[in-house]
């Protein structure tokens, strides 16, 4: 039996497009969103005003014609953030959050911020503005573990930051732990976004059996007890919490390697299997929230006025194992299990 469910078109609040031959490949893949919030950790990152509305500028002419996708950007910011810059970056519209990478907790944040002190006049104009932080809550301490990172850098790092900013809003960007969600919960100007793959793998995925470099990102996926506490944030219908796939596509040689980097490429399969897992949950009335109403209501916006179909049949959803991007490869996310929902474009 056919089951249809028609939502709000969905936008995507955490997204790599990368740039050159890389963005030209996975930039199609996202086209069909609404909204996505741009991530700016390219090399050089993006860090002023002006280059967020150049990389904006090279993404729309990366789409193609006619497409529904409208880019957010988001500025990367330094110890050398200029809050000016920031205030006037966000008056333009050219920006609509900036992003909080720790120096050296992910890829390409070597720019990222080491000492928080450094960061407060930034912070506190933009909580003055209403401007977003989204934040990469990984601690970068050698000595913390890899696991314990986020729930170390809420007491350690966030929770001294929203104190001494009040009003700052901020998203914890990619929560993976129930100290994540249970945290979240716990205030107020505060969201969190959830990557599909995170609803879906838990670190068993990357380490049994054999080292597996495409369930690999950061921060990291933890045991399963903290992948079902997310999956119920997801499909609680609590508006704090909201997708952002944090689809990252890196070449298969850059991942498949000895030291190989962070990322799952998602774009092209993501609200299928998210439709996947809140069917499971028995949650599906609640899919519309997490996709296409609660991102937007956070960032002060309006739903998207056109709609999407995702339709259950019988035959699984197809997509590549892999894409191409200049000479390199890239392999989509494989989720493990078949999946049923198909997206029909309503528009
Ligand atoms: O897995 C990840 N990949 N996590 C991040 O924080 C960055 C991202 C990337 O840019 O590749
Ligand atoms: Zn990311």
Redesign the pocket.
């Known amino acids: 039996m056919n089951t249809k469910l028609r939502i709000r078109r969905p936008d995507d609040w955490h997204l ?1 497009l990368r740039d050159r031959e890389m963005l030209a490949a996975v930039a199609p893949w996202s086209a069909g969103l609404g909204r996505a919030i741009i ?1 700016p ?1 390219l090399v050089p990152p993006v860090v002023t005003g002006a280059e967020a509305a150049a990389y904006r500028d090279r993404i729309l002419a990366a789409l193609p014609e006619n497409v529904t996708l409208r880019p957010l950007m988001t500025l990367y910011l330094t110890e050398a953030t200029d809050p000016a810059d920031v205030l006037a970056a966000h008056a333009q519209g050219i920006i609509a959050a900036v992003k909080l ?1 720790p120096a050296g ?5 070597a720019s990222g911020v080491r000492d928080f002190d450094r960061v407060r006049p930034v912070l506190e104009a933009m909580a003055g503005a209403g401007i977003p932080l989204c934040v ?1 809550g990984e601690v970068t301490d050698p000595a913390v573990d890899i696991f314990d990172r986020e729930a170390v850098f809420i007491d350690r790092v966030l929770e001294p930051i929203r104190r001494a900013t009040p009003g700052l809003r901020v998203v914890m ?2 929560v993976t732990t129930a100290d994540g969600v249970a945290y979240v919960r716990s205030g107020d100007n505060i969201g969190a976004t959830i990557t599909t793959h995170h609803l879906v793998i838990n670190r068993n995925h990357i380490l049994v059996g054999g080292i597996r470099p495409h369930y ?4 990291v996926a933890k045991r399963e007890s903290h992948r079902l506490a997310l999956v119920e944030a997801a499909t609680s219908g609590d508006p704090r919490f909201f997708t952002g796939t ?1 689809s ?3 070449p298969d040689r850059a991942k498949e390697s000895a030291c190989g ?4 490429f998602t774009a092209p399969n993501w609200l299928q299997i998210c439709a996947h897992v809140f069917e499971q949950a028995g949650a599906l009335d609640r899919l519309e929230g997490f996709t296409s109403l609660h991102g937007a209501a956070f960032y002060g916006l309006d739903p998207n006025p056109d709609h999407i179909s995702l339709v259950r049949r019988d035959e699984p959803a197809r997509w590549p194992e892999r894409i191409t991007a200049g000479g390199e490869t890239v392999t989509v996310f494989d989720p493990g299990f078949p999946v049923h929902w198909h997206i029909e474009d309503d528009a």
């Open positions: 790599h991530m950790n990478y907790a992910t890829t390409n944040s990469h960007e990619h690999y990102c950061l921060p944090d990252a596509p890196h980097c962070a990322g799952c």
